[in-house]
């Protein structure tokens, strides 16, 4: 399980307002070279988006759905990555000050990540984490609020 802590010097609700704008997703995931709605208005419980993640010749067509929505404070994702399974990521928004500490919590649910999941997958994942969450932050911060 990877677990990562980002302060944002925004409000929870201008970082909500980012996270629940399914437009912006390709602006601060690592991963996806371009995301579009598949479903439901997001980010209501069961709407969903749909990317395409490029690794050198290889293109994979996945999808994200929302599985808990407590707005302005949760957000619970499973990706389904195809034949590689799916992974649980939970957004916990929290205030701090005026500012928010956000918490990413992500791990594998079902498939091959489940399978095969360890502390070097989780190596990884904290990279990824820490990339994601630099780039959300100043994403969120560049928005006018």
Not at 115 to 138: E, K, T
Request: hydrophobic share 40%; with cysteine.
């Amino acid at each position: 399980m990877a677990v990562r802590h980002k302060l944002i010097r925004k409000s929870p609700d201008e970082v909500w307002a980012v996270l629940s704008d399914r437009d912006s997703y390709q602006e601060w995931v690592v991963g996806p070279s371009e995301s579009r709605p598949a479903g439901g208005r997001w980010p209501e419980l069961g709407s969903s988006l749909a990317y395409t993640v490029r690794i050198g010749p290889c293109v994979l067509h996945n999808e994200t759905v929302v599985r808990r929505c407590e707005p302005p404070r949760i957000l619970e994702l499973e990706v389904d990555s195809g034949r590689l399974g799916t992974t649980r990521v939970a957004f916990d928004i929290r205030p701090w000050g005026a500012d928010t500490l956000l918490r990413v919590d992500e791990h594998p649910l079902r498939g091959a990540e489940a399978a095969l999941h360890n502390v070097a997958v989780d190596a990884v994942l904290q990279l990824r984490h820490r990339a994601m969450l630099n780039r959300l932050a100043a994403y969120s911060e560049r928005q006018e609020g």
